[in-house]
């Protein structure tokens, strides 16, 4: 089927997602759009997150902002991993400054009933009326994107955030079969969700399996591999490039990648060119600064961007990134320079 | 000199920590002693932690009682990393369900001034009563330990618990002179107390740098290692085991190890094998069961205890341990069976 919008086929951030050599690398910020621009807060209005998102034409603003205020390669779709759980009235909010809450969470297998498909048409219209205008509207790619089924399922069965996931891993390794099947229910939600983002417009899509990183490598394999592989390897017909990402996840970094992914997320534990040996030819990169580093000024940054782009040596298949998201106390004006700098890498002699 | 109380040099726990063969494998919790215990609910009492600490017969109780009911085979200190930066008015209290907070956090080069000298006769008298009683009746080596400078400071900093720790990094970063000014502060810090705690009997130090893991390993070894060598080096001459611990650290632990450990704390995000590959053969190591995994019920406890202790596949020093420390919703009788366990390990050929 077509989609709406040009392919940007040959835009810088699509040609190193699939390796190929760029004019320069391409940049992006994982929430880019948000609570650190001033923008954002003029538009973003009261009320949850939840709200903006149902609102497409205060999604498309939000979501170009950045794209105008920083040149970045891509835009990612405003929006939340949880939208899909919430659309389907699993009972799920956002707070503000707290992140996806749940009012009855997730306990036993008859709340697997809960977890109807999704109809993104009928569920989630505002989600493509979104992505269709933006697609329409933006001179680059779009970047689609949901939660995987471990980090979407520890907020279900937490009820909020989480330092320990405890009753996640309780659930997991205490019934293992319960466990495979809120996994599996979830990896339909995301296939559905993913699919009808690109149907619309998405070029590439993100999977953020954010709290992976919590996992021993075992536990991964066994328990969460399964579904991530599930979603991503449904997505792989969509012929669009699937970013997979978690935060703390130097020693899965080969697992999330046999997961079918084409780019491998790398937050900052890891410097990019250990993970670049670890993961091999087969993935590109996206990272990974540290985005505390942001809130210690240009100069701290400049330092960091510098060695992160010195360690991927020029190698094609790097996207570079934070390796998280945008804190909120960030200087647009850092992250400006820092794209300046990353476009402008290697930096030409001095003139003298 | 001197110290109180048997050496304990042929115990499981000491030999084990110089990589001898031992009879069994020794085995203690990070934070055995407190939360999940209903005898310490009985004694623990009202108020701060701090007055417990301050209390040596309750703060030495306290220390016995999981010795008592777990049989382990170490005991460790009830006290806390900020004890010293505590007793020398530096305005750190410790609240219920937090952790430390902070009055008025470090800011500038004058709050260098509120970090005098500890002298432990004088500002700790209870820590040293304390450990002199302990090292006295106890049966198993008594464990003394410090914060390692970055954790201390990244309280001090932010004032309390950090998700991200942007104050630390933004005052590492951006004033890298005064970083270096407090880290070695600390380190003095931690040299006067860690040597005090061993004149008093303790058998060994652990130098908790929990959060480290949060730092890249150009951060770490730029910014944090020379403070924590310092340390380590400093009580190398106490001639006691030095465990070296952080969370989520498994791409330092080669930089940690060689700030002057014996033994390297692993948390569960490495598999046993894979870290002691990675640290080579100077190290003992400690861990490294997922604390969640207690949440989870004896068969889950028992599946990955058998996997750790598979992979470590009978090599001297091996330290059984959680990789953080025990969580307050743990059922004492896990933990009970979990001793036995690692005790009884290889488990003999059953009766049939």
């Given at each position: 089927?077509?989609?709406?919008?040009?392919?940007?086929d040959?835009?810088r951030?699509?040609?190193a997602?699939r390796?190929?050599?760029t004019?320069?690398?391409?940049v992006?910020?994982?929430?880019?759009?948000?609570?650190?621009?001033?923008e954002y807060?003029?538009?973003?209005?009261e009320?949850?997150?939840?709200d903006?998102?149902?609102?497409p034409?205060?999604?498309?603003e939000?979501?170009?902002?950045?794209?105008?205020?920083?040149?970045?390669?891509?835009a990612?779709?405003?929006?939340?991993i949880?939208?899909?759980?919430?659309?389907?009235g699993f009972?799920?909010t956002?707070?503000?400054?707290?992140?996806?809450?749940?009012?009855?969470?997730?306990?036993?297998?008859?709340?697997?009933?809960?977890?109807?498909d999704?109809?993104?048409?009928?569920?989630?219209?505002y989600v493509?009326?979104?992505?269709?205008?933006l697609?329409?509207?933006?001179e680059?790619?779009?970047?689609?994107?949901?939660?995987?089924?471990?980090?979407?399922?520890?907020?279900l069965?937490?009820?909020?955030p989480?330092?320990?996931?405890?009753?996640?891993?309780?659930?997991?390794?205490?019934?293992?079969?319960?466990?495979?099947?809120l996994?599996?229910?979830?990896a339909?939600?995301?296939?559905t969700s993913?699919?009808?983002?690109?149907?619309?417009?998405?070029?590439?899509?993100?999977?953020?399996?954010?709290?992976?990183?919590?996992?021993?490598?075992?536990?991964?394999?066994r328990?969460?591999?399964?579904?991530?592989?599930?979603?991503?390897?449904?997505?792989?017909?969509?012929?669009v490039?699937?970013?997979?990402?978690?935060v703390?996840?130097?020693?899965?970094?080969?697992?999330?990648?046999a997961?079918?992914?084409?780019?491998?997320?790398?937050?900052?534990?890891?410097?990019?060119?250990v993970a670049?040996?670890?993961?091999?030819?087969?993935?590109?990169v996206?990272?990974?600064?540290?985005?505390?580093?942001v809130?210690?000024?240009?100069e701290?940054?400049?330092g960091e961007?510098?060695?992160?782009?010195?360690?991927?040596?020029?190698?094609?298949?790097?996207?570079?990134?934070?390796?998280?998201?945008?804190l909120?106390?960030?200087?647009?004006?850092?992250?400006?320079?820092?794209?300046?700098?990353?476009?402008?890498?290697?930096?030409g002699?001095?003139?003298?």
């Open positions: 089927m077509t989609t709406p919008g040009p392919s940007h040959d835009s951030f699509l040609r997602c390796q190929e050599p004019d320069a690398t391409p992006w910020f994982m929430r880019q759009a948000g609570r650190s621009l001033p807060k003029a538009v973003r209005g009320g949850s997150i939840v903006a998102i149902a609102d034409d205060r999604a498309t939000i979501t170009l902002q950045p794209v105008r205020r920083y040149g970045v390669d891509a990612i779709l405003y929006s939340d949880v939208t899909p759980v919430h659309a389907i009972g799920v956002v707070e503000p400054g707290i992140g996806p809450v749940v009012a009855t969470p997730f306990r036993s297998r008859d709340d697997l009933g809960r977890l109807r999704l109809e993104p048409e009928a569920d989630t219209p493509l009326e979104t992505v269709r205008n697609a329409a509207e933006l680059v790619p779009l970047i689609g994107f949901a939660g995987a089924p471990f980090t979407v399922a520890s907020y069965i937490e009820g909020g989480s330092k320990n996931h405890g009753r996640t891993k309780s659930l997991m390794l205490g019934d293992p079969a319960l466990w495979a099947d996994c599996d229910r979830l339909d939600l995301a296939i993913l699919t009808s983002q690109v149907e619309s417009g998405a070029r590439a899509i993100q999977l953020f399996d954010s709290w992976a990183g919590s996992l021993t490598p075992a536990m991964y394999e328990h969460v591999l399964p579904a991530s592989t599930k979603v991503l390897e449904a997505v792989a017909s969509l012929d490039p699937r970013i997979h990402f978690g703390g996840t130097g020693e899965l970094l080969t697992l999330m990648g997961a079918g992914a084409d780019v491998m997320g790398v937050d900052w534990r890891v410097p990019l060119d670049r040996d670890r993961l091999g030819p087969t993935y590109a996206q990272g990974n600064l540290d985005p505390a580093v809130l210690a000024g240009w701290a940054v400049e961007a510098a060695d992160i782009l010195t360690r991927n040596a020029g190698r094609p298949g790097h996207i570079f990134n934070l390796g998280h998201g945008v909120p106390d960030s200087d647009p004006e850092v992250l400006e320079r820092l794209v300046e700098l990353v476009h402008a890498w290697p930096p002699p001095t003139a003298s």
